[in-house]
């Protein structure tokens, strides 16, 4: 039988890392995304939007052939950062 005080018994170790969790390595394809944005000075925005307004948004945006960056980037430059 082996005794809990057996410094060298494999079986009173842990079965779980005793470092914790970790993160996935971050992907190159991420690395140069983000290098990309920051050359260029972007910064990405998450929205949340009810569905059908977004639907319309899209219809809409094909309709004229437009990129959802180029119209949001002008509907904020237009509407709401004008001076009144």
Avoid: C, W
Avoid at 3 to 31: F, I, M, V, W
Avoid at 56 to 75: W, Y
Wanted: net charge positive.
């Amino acid at each position: 039988m082996k005794a809990p005080t057996d410094k060298n018994t494999r079986d009173l170790l842990p079965t779980h890392d005793l470092a914790g969790e970790r993160l996935p390595a971050p992907s190159k394809g991420k690395q140069r995304l983000d290098a990309m944005r920051e050359r260029r000075g972007l910064k990405a925005v998450t929205v949340n939007l009810p569905a059908e307004l977004v639907d319309a948004f899209h219809a809409k945006r094909k309709q004229q052939g437009k990129t959802a960056n180029a119209v949001i980037e002008k509907l904020i430059k237009s509407q709401y950062l004008r001076d009144r």
